[in-house]
């Protein structure tokens, strides 16, 4: 089978955080959840776009699943994020969430549920990992690299 240069897998996770933009954008309309739906929304803290309270960050320092179903405020979904904001403890916080930082979508009202790779930030622009000749060969790196040459 040939190579797939297109990228399907990552155009699909692309789409689909598209449902979970469309989602979140009704939910912040102001008819708000229509019945029962609810959402649970796993996202990696870790993500250096995200913008959270440090108090979160502790508390969850790799991953955080929110609930957006009774109480959450100023709910608004942009192209690349959403922001929202929710109680802590009984204190207000307010979160910045990039869709490429989101794992998980579920809404149990019906159902629904998706998963998503994540791709850390760190990757150099352009360099995708999996894209090597073979992907079961191991990296390796000369030591003699990074020695001082006389």
Known sequence: MAKDLMRYDKLAQE???GVVRQALARAASPEGL???H???VTFKTTDSRCDLDESLLKSYPD???IVLEHQFWDLSAEDDHFEVTL???GVPKYLR???TAVTRFHDPAVGFYLHFEYEP???PPGQDLSDSSDEDAP????LDAFRKKD
Do not use: C, I, N, Q
């Open 38 to 40: 609810h959402f649970y």
């Open 97 to 99: 969430v990039p869709y």
């Open 15 to 17: 789409a689909l955080r």
């Open 121 to 123: 930030v760190d990757t």
């Open 63 to 65: 991953e955080m699943t």
């Open 34 to 36: 229509p019945g029962a």
């Open 87 to 89: 109680k802590f403890g």
């Open 139 to 142: 990296t390796v790196v000369s």
